[in-house]
C-alpha cells in the first residue's frame, strides 16, 4: 500500500505521476521530468526528494520539509519568487540519514536552484553590532540540521542556474565538509544575496570553477573559513562585495582566503577575533608556478575593511592581508583599504603590486612590503608606546625578496617608521615620508649589499626642545626632535659601513653611524661582458666568466660575481678606481667588453688583466679607441680611453652622455671557436716584414669552407679562400698595403659546413 503525503490525495499523486515509495522503512518523493509539484503544506518527514522535474514551494503558510537528503537531478527546486516579498517561513530541517545517503542538498545534471527572498534584505556593511542575534537575521527560508549531531551540507556540482536571496544557513556543514560547497555553475548570473551563515561546524561558504555574484551577506564564523574562492586555481570573476565576515576560529584560518587572484572582491568588513586571519590571496599550488598576467582577467581589492577585535595579541600574530608570490608581469592595483588593530597588518610577496591610499591603523607592524610599491597611504597608532617594538614598514629578506617602493606615506605614533633588515634589493626607493613622533629610520642587521634609494632625502639637523609641541615632518626626524637647519632635497643611497658601495666621499647618518649615504649621481652600472653576452658580439665565443671580482681601491672591498655568467651587472661607485680580478679561464677570453651608465661627467677607470699580445680597444660599432700616454693623462682625461702596462690595462669610461663602452681585443689571436659542431683553433698574426696579417684555421680535410675579408658594416672586401680544403688546415694573408687595419677595424667571417663565425681584424 502506497503511503501517501499527509496533505496530498491518491488522485493528485496518480495524475501528477509523481512517485512516493515506502520500502523498508524509507520514504522517498521522485519528481519525474516534465512534472512539477506545488507543494502548499508540510509534508510527513521522508528520507530522500529526487527532483528530475520541479518542486515549488507555495507561500501560503509556513512549510517545513523534514528530510535527510535533496537532489535537484537536472531539475528544479525554486521557493518564491523574483518580483514577490515572501510572506511565510520555509524551514528544510537535514536529519540523520538512515543509509548510506549523505544529509543535506544536492545539485548535479545541470540542475536548478532558485529561493528568492527579494524584499528580505540584510544590509551586512551596515550592520555595527558585534553580537548578532538570530532574531535579527533573514529567517524566511532556512537550511539547517535537525541537532547538533546531524552533518548535512548544501552542494551545487554541475548546477544550470543558481539564485539564492535571504537564505538562512544554520548548523551546516563539518570539519571536513564545507556548510555550501559550489563546484561550477552554468548560468552568467549566478548569485547569493543577502543571505546568513551561522553555527557552521566548519568553512561556511567554498567556491570552486564558479563566477557568481555573492553580495550582501553575512557570515559568522567561529570553525573554519567564511569564504574560500577558487582555492584550486579554476574559477574567476567571482564578485565578493559588500558583505560582512565575523569570524573568530581558533585554527588560523583566513576569513576569506583566495586561489585565483582574478576576482573582484570590493566593500566587504571583515572582523576577526582570537587567531583568525583576515584575506589571503594564496597561490593554489605553491611548488607550481604560472603566469598570471592577462588582459581579459582583472584583480581588484578595493574598499575592503578588515578588522582584529580586542587587543593586538602577540602570540597568535593574526594577519590582516596576505597575498602571495603570483608570478605576473602585469600591474595589480589595490585601493583604499583599511587594516585595523593587527600584529602584523599586511604582508605583500607578490610582485608589480600596488597598494594605493592605504589606511593601517593601530597595528603593530603595519607591512612586511616585499617588492610592492606602497603609495598615498597612512599608518597610525593613536599613541606611542616606547615600551612596544611597533615598526610601521619592515622590509626584510625573510620572506622573500625586498625591495618596497614607497611614497607619500604618513606615520604617527610608531617606534620606527621604516625598519630595514638583510639583503634589500637594488629596485627600493622611499620617498615623501612625513612622520610624527616616531623615529622615521630604522635599520637591523643590514646586508652589506643592500642599496637603499632615498629619493629627495635630507636629513637635518636638530636641536632637543621638549616643550616644543610634534609636528608631521619629512625623513628624517626622530620623535623627539625639533627642526633647525632643513637641507637642500637630493637623491642618495644608503648602505652598510661594509658596503663596497663606501667612497671617500660616503657620510654616516647622524642617527645611526654604521649606515652611509653618498649622492645618487656619484654612481652608476658596469656591465662586463664577454662572447655572446655582448649585445653586438666582437667574438663569438660560449664561453663564461666563472670568477669574477671587483675590488674598490679605496675601502678594498670586493664584489663577486654570483655564478658563471658572460654577462654580469655591477653596481659601483664612480670617480672611482676598482680592480678586476678573473678567473684562469678568462686569461684566453681576447674579447672583454665595459658598459657604464651613469649621469654624464661621471666615470670610473678600471685596472684589467690582459696577458695578450698588441692589445687595443674600439668600441662595439667599430671606432677605434685613443689610447692615453700614461696613466696621469688617462685620470685627467674627459673622455673614454684606455692605457697599456706591460699585462695590464688601465680602462677610463667617462660619460659625456648617459653611457659609454670600451671593447677589449688583440692584434694575435690564438683561440680556439666551436662551428659546425667542430672545434677549430685560429691563429691571427702579424708578419711585420711582409706587412701582412696571416690567419690560420684548422679545419677538417676535404671540408667546403669560405674565408672573408669584411668591413665593419659587413660588406665583403675580399675574399681569401672559397672551396675545399685539400689539407687540414686554411692559410690566408691581408696585404697592409691594400687594406688600412691598422687604422681601421675590419672583420673576418669564417664559413664551414653552412655555419658562420665572425671576429674583428686590427693591427698597428
Not at 566587504?268 to 598570471?292: E, F, L, M, Q, Y
Not at 662586463?528 to 671587483?550: A, K, M, Q, R, W
Not at 698595403?737 to 672583420?747: C, G, P, Q, R, S
Amino acid at each position: 500500500m502506497i503511503k501517501l503525503f499527509r496533505y496530498l490525495s491518491v488522485a493528485l499523486l496518480i495524475t501528477l505521476n509523481i512517485h512516493f515509495l515506502k520500502a523498508q522503512g524509507k520514504s522517498e518523493l521522485v519528481i519525474p521530468i516534465g512534472k512539477t509539484l506545488i507543494l502548499k503544506k508540510s509534508p510527513s518527514p521522508l528520507e530522500k526528494i529526487t527532483v528530475q522535474g520541479v518542486l515549488r514551494i507555495a507561500d501560503v503558510k509556513d512549510i517545513e520539509i523534514q528530510v535527510a537528503q535533496i537532489v535537484i537531478d537536472g531539475g528544479t527546486f525554486e521557493i518564491g519568487t523574483e518580483q514577490e516579498e515572501k510572506k511565510y517561513k520555509c524551514q528544510i530541517t537535514f536529519t540523520h540519514s538512515s543509509g548510506t545517503l549523505s544529509s543535506g542538498l544536492k545539485v548535479i545534471n545541470d540542475g536548478n536552484l532558485l529561493f528568492y527572498n527579494p524584499l528580505t534584505i540584510v544590509s551586512s556593511i551596515e550592520y555595527q553590532s558585534e553580537a548578532i542575534k538570530e532574531k535579527q537575521l533573514t529567517k524566511n527560508i532556512i537550511l539547517s540540521t535537525a541537532n547538533k549531531s546531524v552533518t548535512a551540507s548544501v552542494r551545487l556540482e554541475k548546477a544550470s542556474k543558481v539564485n539564492l536571496s535571504g537564505v538562512l544557513f544554520k548548523n551546516m556543514g563539518d570539519s571536513f565538509e564545507p556548510a555550501f560547497l559550489w563546484n561550477g555553475n552554468k548560468e552568467g548570473k549566478a548569485s547569493l544575496l543577502n543571505s546568513v551563515f551561522v553555527n557552521s561546524k566548519g568553512d561556511d561558504l567554498v567556491l570552486e570553477n564558479t563566477s557568481a555574484r555573492i553580495e550582501n551577506n553575512i557570515f559568522i564564523s567561529a570553525n573554519g573559513s567564511s569564504i574560500i574562492c577558487s582555492k584550486n586555481g579554476k574559477g574567476y570573476q567571482n564578485k565578493i562585495e559588500s558583505n560582512l565576515l565575523i569570524n573568530n576560529n581558533k585554527k588560523g584560518a583566513y576569513a576569506l582566503l583566495v586561489g585565483n587572484p582574478f576576482q573582484a572582491i570590493q566593500k566587504n568588513k571583515v572582523k576577526v577575533a582570537n587567531s583568525a586571519n583576515g584575506i589571503a590571496i594564496k597561490k593554489p599550488n605553491p611548488t607550481k608556478d604560472k603566469a598570471w598576467s592577462t588582459v581579459s582577467k582583472h584583480f581588484v581589492l578595493n574598499n575592503n575593511s578588515i578588522e582584529l577585535n580586542g587587543s593586538t595579541n602577540k602570540e597568535h600574530q593574526n594577519i590582516g592581508l596576505f597575498i602571495d608570490d603570483f608570478n605576473h608581469l602585469g600591474i595589480w592595483r589595490t585601493t583604499h583599504n583599511a587594516i585595523v588593530n593587527f600584529p602584523v597588518g599586511a604582508i605583500i610577496k607578490s610582485k608589480n603590486t600596488v597598494l594605493s591610499d592605504y589606511d593601517f591603523k593601530e597595528n603593530l607592524i603595519g607591512i612586511y612590503p616585499g617588492t610592492a610599491y606602497v603609495q598615498n597611504s597612512r599608518f597610525i597608532r593613536t599613541h606611542l608606546n616606547p615600551d612596544l617594538n611597533s615598526k610601521a614598514i619592515w622590509a626584510t629578506d625573510s620572506l622573500g625578496k625586498s625591495a618596497p617602493k614607497l611614497s607619500n606615506i604618513t606615520i604617527r605614533n610608531y617606534k620606527t617608521g621604516i625598519f630595514y633588515e638583510g639583503l634589500i634589493a637594488s629596485e627600493n626607493y622611499f620617498e615623501e615620508i612625513a612622520s610624527e613622533n616616531t623615529t622615521t629610520l630604522g635599520f637591523g642587521n643590514l646586508d652589506p649589499e643592500s642599496i637603499i634609494v632615498a629619493k629627495g632625502f635630507k636629513e637635518e639637523k636638530f636641536e632637543d626642545k621638549p616643550n616644543q609641541r610634534h609636528m608631521p615632518h619629512k625623513v628624517s626626524q626622530s620623535h623627539h626632535a625639533h627642526h633647525v637647519k632643513p637641507k637642500k632635497k637630493k637623491d642618495y643611497l644608503l648602505f652598510h659601513q661594509d658596503s663596497p658601495l663606501l667612497t671617500n666621499n660616503s657620510k654616516p647618518l647622524v642617527e645611526n653611524t654604521e649606515i652611509y649615504k653618498s649622492l645618487r649621481d656619484s654612481y652608476g652600472t658596469l656591465v662586463i661582458s664577454t662572447g655572446h653576452g655582448l649585445l653586438d658580439p666582437v667574438h663569438e665565443h660560449s664561453y663564461s666568466f666563472n670568477t669574477l671580482d671587483l675590488v674598490n681601491h679605496f675601502t678594498q672591498k670586493t664584489t663577486s660575481l654570483k655564478k658563471p655568467t658572460n654577462r654580469t651587472t655591477l653596481f659601483t661607485a664612480g670617480k672611482n678606481v676598482c680592480e678586476l680580478k678573473l678567473g684562469e679561464e678568462a686569461m684566453n677570453f681576447f674579447d672583454l667588453s665595459f658598459e657604464w651608465e651613469s649621469a654624464p661627467g661621471n666615470w670610473i677607470v678600471l685596472k684589467v688583466p690582459y696577458p695578450h699580445k698588441k692589445p687595443f680597444a674600439m668600441h662595439s660599432f667599430g671606432n677605434l679607441i685613443d689610447q692615453s700616454s700614461s696613466t696621469e693623462e688617462l685620470m685627467t682625461t674627459k673622455r673614454t680611453s684606455y692605457f697599456i702596462d706591460s699585462e695590464t690595462i688601465y680602462v677610463k669610461l667617462f660619460n659625456t652622455k648617459n653611457v659609454d663602452e670600451l671593447v677589449l681585443y688583440s692584434s694575435d689571436v690564438l683561440t680556439e671557436i666551436t662551428l659546425a659542431d667542430k672545434r677549430i683553433p685560429i691563429s691571427i698574426k702579424t708578419n711585420e716584414e711582409e706587412n701582412e696579417v696571416l690567419i690560420t684555421c684548422k679545419t677538417v680535410k676535404s671540408t667546403p669552407a669560405t674565408l672573408e675579408l669584411l668591413d665593419y658594416y659587413g660588406n665583403v672586401v675580399e675574399t681569401l679562400f672559397d672551396g675545399i680544403a685539400s689539407k687540414p688546415e686554411i692559410k690566408a694573408s691581408i696585404d697592409l698595403e691594400k687594406f688600412d687595419i691598422t687604422n681601421n677595424v675590419y672583420l673576418y667571417s669564417l664559413k664551414i659546413d653552412g655555419k658562420t663565425h665572425k671576429g674583428p681584424l686590427h693591427t698597428y
